[in-house]
């Protein structure tokens, strides 16, 4: 069943704690991208990866870090220094036709 | 820097009626892709429907349609037959004719409700 995977579907964070949100793809498409939603903000570009072992910072970077070491995924790290991550987080691939598909999230919730 | 604004937070529309969300877009750019993306309550966001800025003809899904408008920087989404599983959060995007680096950038939505 081809896709794009996201897990866990809920995550908590404790003050401090890092935590890592999976983002898993067997498309075989080069581009991803990790999105955060807050409401009334729309969807916000944290970080984007065009080729296994390189990737780039969006519009919103600060406190997150990410690794590309396979083609097939995509893991984002929402560091302690990243002072408000309650939100939804949507990792996406990019198409053949230029748009996006997504995964189906993660909540993230401090606790 | 390019920018997506959709004035309208909420909007509500009767089933089977016919309702226009609108978007306007920012940039400096020729060449590029603008997209309607649907969020239903499960959050799972859906492609809706894309635009090609150098096809001056407006695209068409179902019943979902756009009216492109290039100098005036609009793009606009008209849903005919409106039905309850369009009930969404819908999101207006901009994308740059670059390469592999293409990334979307989103408005903050409208909040659309189909009534009885």
């Known amino acids: 069943d081809g896709g794009i995977t996201q897990s866990p579907k809920y995550l908590f964070r404790k003050e401090g704690q890092n935590v890592t949100l999976s983002c898993e793809q067997n498309?075989?498409?080069?581009?991803m991208y990790w999105y955060r939603q807050d409401p009334g903000q729309g969807l916000r570009l944290i970080y984007y990866?065009?080729?296994?072992?390189?990737?780039q910072k969006g519009d919103i970077a600060e406190g997150y870090s990410v690794s590309r070491e396979k083609k097939e995924s995509f893991p984002l790290t929402v560091t302690s220094a990243q002072k408000n991550p309650t939100a939804f987080y949507l990792c996406?691939?990019?198409?053949?036709?230029?748009?996006?598909?997504f995964g189906s999230g993660t909540r993230l919730t401090v606790v | 820097a390019q920018t997506v604004t959709q004035s309208q937070p909420e909007m509500s529309v009767q089933e089977a009626e016919t309702v226009t969300l609108s978007c306007t877009y920012d940039?400096?750019?020729?060449?590029?892709?603008l997209f309607w993306y649907k969020q239903p309550p499960s959050r799972q966001m859906i492609l809706v429907i894309r635009q090609e800025a150098y096809k001056q003809q407006n695209a068409t899904e179902n019943r979902f349609s756009v009216n492109f408008q290039k100098a005036a920087k609009s793009f606009s989404l008209k849903i005919s037959d409106s039905q309850l599983g369009d009930t969404a959060m819908y999101f207006c995007?901009?994308?740059?004719?670059?390469?592999?680096?293409?990334?979307?950038?989103f408005g903050t939505g409208t909040r659309l409700q189909v009534t009885l």
């Open positions: 995007a901009f994308m740059k004719h670059t390469g592999t680096a293409s990334k979307l950038t």
């Open positions: 996406a691939i990019r198409g053949d036709n230029y748009g996006y598909t």
């Open positions: 990866s065009q080729i296994v072992n390189d990737f």
């Open positions: 940039t400096s750019e020729n060449n590029y892709y």
């Open positions: 498309l075989n498409h080069d581009a």
